[in-house]
């Protein structure tokens, strides 16, 4: 069997861990990983890339929302292994030297939060959805698109508001080499 | 979260030949939506997990008798969004974006949402009595808080509700799963996939413990049908049914010639409502027939002390959708 094996010994917790190559917004990063480790925590407690936030830990309130090669995913549901080869993008990858990404301008224009505990998260489903030639461009099409993506403090007026705002305005390209 | 033994299957043959050992330790993930979530919470203790996202699973294709065949891998989102779906299933579109969120149908696969597990808080916590969990135990929700749980195909062992909308939509729709297990493929039709829960609510369907699911081909599409989903919840969107209705009718001359319905959220497995089918067929497509269907359809539910205000929402749910895929018939 030629089977890539990362594991033998899933019932001795935490025991067997697996070398993972992980692309974060432009950066290679070598990780010693258990099977069961969720990107959430990968990003968060191995990479120091804690812009992204733990909810509800269960694909429920999409304050863990990254980007998947292009597409918002729940990074809580994700394990972190099956993300090699893929490129991930998470809010500290939004914005470049050549200033603030559209979606987050727009989002302090509007004052689209108030604790911001779930910004980062709807900040990265709004840029997804703006990316997306499937979802309507109405604001009720926005709205459903959003859904998974819970604002306790009930910002979802504004939230709305600034990414109508941000449709359409480019993002101004870097002014270095790197990309972001 | 517990930990597990992870390995990538290249092919087919490999993840059939690799889900060794007893049921229940083995687990293949697609999108994990589910699985995760569900390791969590303890209520799943896979041993070891078998990815198989690198099978050529993505393709929708149509075949050359007219259905369309469905790769077990393609996402909830690129089949809602697929052209073959939008144009001639437009139903199974409404009803996979009825469904979660954007994120989970995004990560969500077709052979998962067809595997995915009741949302029954006590199937969810391992502290209460569950026949589904741990067979033997009880079941707490018959005497407890099922305000959402199940008015058909229920037992005295579980009343979990199945949580699927795409499901309902190709339980009307008619059709057919392709299993591959280590002796070679099967068929098995799409409404005896799931089993009902009777004495035994542990055992959810007919996929056998080293099986997988490769495709799911859907019946062509029927000639002239409009249809509709419709899913009535406790907030917009982002919610599971309360009661949801699939409709297909086709209607000729002010008469319904064939019709399909299906219902979400008030059973214990996507429900094809055989009889009321057969009551619409050959009568006019007016309201009067509709709820007549809809009495048929909800005439052998057993609502417990909170759910029994779905029978009244069910019932207006049939009526709606079948109103709303009647007018949407070619031919009215």
Redesign the interface.
Same mark, same amino acid.
């Given at each position: 069997? =030629?089977?890539?094996?990362? !594991?033998? &010994? *899933? +019932?001795? #917790?935490?025991?067997?861990e697996?070398a993972v190559t992980l692309s974060v917004n432009g950066e290679m990063h070598q990780l010693r990983i258990?099977?069961?480790v969720?990107l959430l925590d990968a990003l968060r407690d191995r990479l120091g890339l804690t812009g992204t936030k733990k909810g509800c +830990?269960?694909?429920q309130c999409?304050a863990c929302?990254v980007h @998947?090669d292009g &597409? #918002?995913? =729940?990074s809580? @549901?994700? @394990?972190a292994?099956?993300c090699e080869g893929h490129e991930v993008t998470t809010v500290e990858g939004l914005a470049n030297d050549a200033g603030l990404h559209p979606v987050q301008q727009a989002f302090l224009e509007h004052d689209a939060y108030q604790c911001g505990f779930c910004t980062p998260g709807q900040m990265m489903?709004a840029t #997804? @959805?703006l990316e997306d030639e499937?979802?309507g461009t109405d604001d009720a099409a926005v709205?459903? #698109?959003? !859904? *998974? =993506?819970i604002c306790r403090c009930g910002a979802y007026k504004n939230i709305l508001a600034a990414i109508q705002t941000a449709r359409g305005q480019g993002q101004a390209a870097p002014t270095a080499g790197k990309t972001s | 979260m517990r930990n597990f033994a992870f390995s990538s299957a290249e092919n087919v043959d490999q993840a059939v030949s690799s889900e060794r050992g007893n049921a229940g330790e083995a687990s293949y993930i697609a999108g994990g939506t589910t699985l995760i979530d569900l390791v969590k919470l303890d209520v799943m203790r896979p041993v070891q997990v078998i990815d198989l996202n690198r099978l050529p699973l993505r393709e929708v294709e149509r075949l050359d008798d007219g259905r369309l065949r469905i790769g077990a891998l393609v996402s909830n989102t690129d089949l809602a969004h697929h052209p073959l779906v939008t144009q001639h299933y437009p139903l199974l579109s409404q009803a996979l974006l009825a469904g979660a969120s954007t994120q989970l149908r995004n990560m969500a696969s077709t052979g998962g949402n067809v595997m995915q597990r009741t949302r029954c808080p006590y199937f969810r916590d391992v502290a209460a009595a569950c026949n589904k969990r741990a067979p033997g135990s009880g079941c707490d929700a018959l005497e407890g808080v099922n305000r959402m749980h199940a008015l058909l195909g229920t037992s005295e062992h579980c009343i979990a509700t199945h949580p699927s909308d795409m499901c309902v939509a190709m339980t009307a729709l008619g059709a057919t799963l392709t299993l591959e297990g280590p002796n070679g493929t099967r068929e098995i039709a799409f409404g005896d996939f799931h089993r009902l829960p009777m004495d035994r609510p542990d055992l959810e369907h007919e996929l056998e413990p080293d099986e997988l699911i490769t495709h799911v081909t859907l019946d062509t599409p029927v000639v002239g049908g409009g249809s509709h989903y419709l899913k009535l919840r406790d907030r917009a969107s982002y919610e599971f049914a309360l009661a949801s209705a699939a409709a297909m009718v086709a209607v000729e001359d002010g008469v319904i010639r064939e019709a399909r319905l299906a219902l979400g959220g008030v059973a214990t497995k996507p429900w094809r409502a055989v009889e009321a089918e057969q009551a619409l067929a050959g009568k006019p497509a007016r309201t009067e027939s509709f709820e007549k269907a809809a009495e048929i359809a909800l005439s052998d539910a057993v609502p417990r002390e909170h759910n029994a205000f779905k029978v009244p929402l069910a019932r207006q749910a049939i009526v709606r959708a079948l109103e709303k895929a009647s007018a949407a018939s070619k031919h009215h």
């Open positions: 069997m =030629n089977m890539k094996e990362y !594991s033998r &010994q *899933g +019932d001795e #917790a935490g025991s067997a697996t258990s099977p069961n969720v +830990d269960h694909g999409g929302t @998947l &597409q #918002a995913i =729940n809580c @549901l994700k @394990l292994v099956m489903s #997804a @959805l499937r979802i709205r459903e #698109a959003m !859904s *998974g =993506n | -």
